[in-house]
């Protein structure tokens, strides 16, 4: 169902890319289509709503870079969109599991691929990390699962529990706890039974087999090709039984990630692993921008406005660069470098960033630099014409005194401003003839 989305996107987005400008009726039109299409694609209305009015706040209005079209700005708009709502605070490959030996348990429908799950993580965590992994089978009503886990832990390396006929789940998990602790297991990772669909049983028995285990992580374990259903399992095992993270399988197939969207939005709970193959090692760490990617089906779009942006940014520093390196700085670059300084923690921050600038970094600290100050320089210059921006060796007294009264303050501080604005250009060209301009200035940017 998500083939679709991405699809209608790419006509959508395809139409835009062939404009030269794009005004905020077409932004609006563009995102009505994409609200279409997610909802057709079976996201909850709440998501797709939430969704596009952010999206829309941002791409209007928002600066078209230079060598891309507006389309594809907008694009990438929708993706960072993307990847901000599939993404949390938390780093999704980073299970609790210090302090053994912690239980992780693995729930989820019948097929969902569980069992598969159960085996590849615990591989991961041997493998990655070192810990020693006991796996165990709560499947009682499928013989032939236990024995599937069995033949997967020996072709993973990974110890099973054995095999005791006639227990039921909560027992077969009170002997799995038992067994890590004595055996000296990091991990154990119980693999419960599925079901077709959700029903009380089911549930009553993840219920039962939670407070014995006593888990610190469970994985719900969803097929990522299933859409919204997946959604609906996820709401309902969370409401049960309580799940800490998710595991969405399948997305090597020709699934385009969108249950990974609504999953994120609906639940809240962060989506950790997902599945890309049948073989043991094809469990990849969650990462928001190949999904979002997958979603959007336009990673080449993306990565040209990321880089047109980059390329954009280096080209403007490298002329302002050699304008400094000859001397010319002006009114308009000290206040950019003082806008600067304030999104940098203030003039201490920056010299000290700056090689060879440490002694000034405490002469400016002793000299009562602040944020106060630096909003009152700014404020000067503002006050000051685009001609004397430009050309500062006209301010003669007259001009000096229009410019202090215009920002409600002394001449002399204007003064000093002018003084400061002598010494940073002076500085700039000795630092440009030895070559250590380029290098201050990556430390800034
Ligand atoms: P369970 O019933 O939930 O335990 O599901 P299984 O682990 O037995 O998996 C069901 C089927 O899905 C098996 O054939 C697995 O090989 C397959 N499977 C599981 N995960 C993935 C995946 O990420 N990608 C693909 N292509 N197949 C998977």
Redesign the pocket.
């Known amino acids: 169902m998500f083939e679709n989305l991405s699809e209608r996107l790419g006509g959508v987005f395809d139409r835009l890319t062939k404009q030269g400008a794009l005004s905020e009726a077409d932004v609006v039109a563009a995102l009505r289509e994409v609200r279409v299409a997610l909802l057709e694609a079976d996201v909850s209305l709440p998501v797709a709503r939430d969704f596009i009015k952010r999206v829309q706040a941002k791409a209007t209005g928002a600066a078209v870079t230079k060598s891309v079209t507006p389309g594809q700005q907008v694009v990438k708009i929708v993706h960072d969109e993307l990847v901000a709502t599939l993404t949390g605070d938390e780093d999704p490959g980073a299970l609790k599991i210090d302090n053994p030996p912690v239980a992780i348990l693995m729930v989820?429908l019948?097929?969902?691929?569980?069992?598969?799950?159960t085996a590849k993580l615990a591989r991961r965590l041997k493998d990655r990390e070192g810990k020693r992994v006991l796996m165990a089978s709560l499947d009682t009503n499928r013989p032939a699962?236990m024995d599937?886990l069995a033949v997967l832990g020996v072709q993973v390396g990974v110890d099973t529990l054995p095999i005791v006929k006639g227990q039921t789940a909560p027992e077969i998990a009170r002997r799995a706890r038992t067994q890590a602790a004595m055996g000296g297991y990091d991990v154990v990772i119980l693999d419960t039974a599925?079901r077709m669909h959700i029903d009380e049983v089911l549930m009553d028995e993840v219920q039962a087999v939670r407070d014995i285990a006593t888990p610190r992580e469970t994985l719900l374990?969803v097929d990522g090709l299933t859409g919204q259903d997946a959604v609906n399992v996820a709401t309902e095992f969370d409401g049960k039984v309580g799940i800490t993270g998710v595991v969405l399988?399948?997305?090597?197939?020709d699934g385009r990630g969108g249950a990974a969207l609504s999953m994120r939005a609906v639940t809240g709970k962060p989506i950790r692993f997902v599945?890309?193959?049948?073989k043991s090692d094809?469990l990849e760490t969650f990462e928001a921008s190949r999904v979002a990617g997958r979603i959007l089906g336009m990673g080449d779009i993306v990565a040209l406005v990321e880089k047109a942006q980059e390329t954009l940014e280096i080209e403007q520093a490298e002329r302002m660069m050699k304008r400094f390196q000859k001397g010319q700085f002006n009114m308009n670059d000290l206040k950019g470098q003082l806008e600067q300084m304030l999104k940098m923690g203030g003039m201490q921050g920056m010299m000290g960033m700056m090689p060879g600038m440490g002694k000034m970094s405490k002469a400016a600290e002793v000299a009562g630099f602040d944020d106060k100050m630096l909003r009152r320089q700014i404020a000067l210059i503002q006050s000051m014409t685009k001609r004397e921006r430009a050309n500062p060796d006209l301010l003669q007294a007259s001009r000096k005194k229009r410019i202090a009264a215009g920002a409600g303050l002394e001449v002399q501080e204007l003064n000093r401003l002018l003084k400061m604005h002598r010494q940073m250009a002076d500085m700039m060209k000795k630092l440009g003839k030895k070559g250590m301009l380029k290098q201050a200035m990556g430390a800034m940017m």
Do not use: I, L, N, P
């Open positions: 989820g019948q097929g969902s691929g569980k069992t598969t799950t699962a599937q599925g374990v399988t399948r997305m090597d197939g599945g890309v193959g049948e094809a």
